[in-house]
């Protein structure tokens, strides 16, 4: 069982950056791909950003390439993700994902997740 923690979610002005981070319990946080999804009210959700065990590959959704960063402390247990230039439809709550195999494949493990808004 992996348990997932966000945080670092808030308030923050458009053109402004956030970094979320993801801690993760129990030891085999190593072996696991990990992501970012976000869902905002009323939409359903969506995925965000990926990186494998190793963190030698990430994945984006186009709508965040070029301005959000994934990345992973292996000896922390902690997965980031970096946000800048944000945009009101950036706003959402965002979840941390954790996947036994490809995070394409399925979610094995999610956060509670951590709300973003941004302000125009």
């Known amino acids: 069982q992996v348990q997932l923690v966000e945080s670092g979610g808030g308030l923050v002005q458009a053109g402004g950056s956030l970094r979320l981070s993801c801690a993760a319990s129990g030891r085999t946080f190593s072996r696991n791909d990990m992501g970012w999804f976000r869902q905002a009210p009323g939409k359903e959700r969506e995925f965000v950003a990926a990186i494998s065990r190793s963190g030698d590959r990430t994945y984006y959704a186009g709508s965040v390439k070029g301005r959000f960063t994934i990345s992973r402390d292996n000896v922390k247990n902690t997965v980031y993700l970096q946000m800048n230039s944000l945009t009101p439809a950036d706003a959402a709550v965002y979840y941390c994902?954790?996947?036994?195999?490809?995070?394409?494949?399925?979610?094995?493990?999610w956060g509670q997740g951590t709300p973003v808004t941004v302000s125009s």
């Open positions: 994902a954790a996947a036994r195999g490809p995070l394409s494949g399925g979610v094995d493990f």
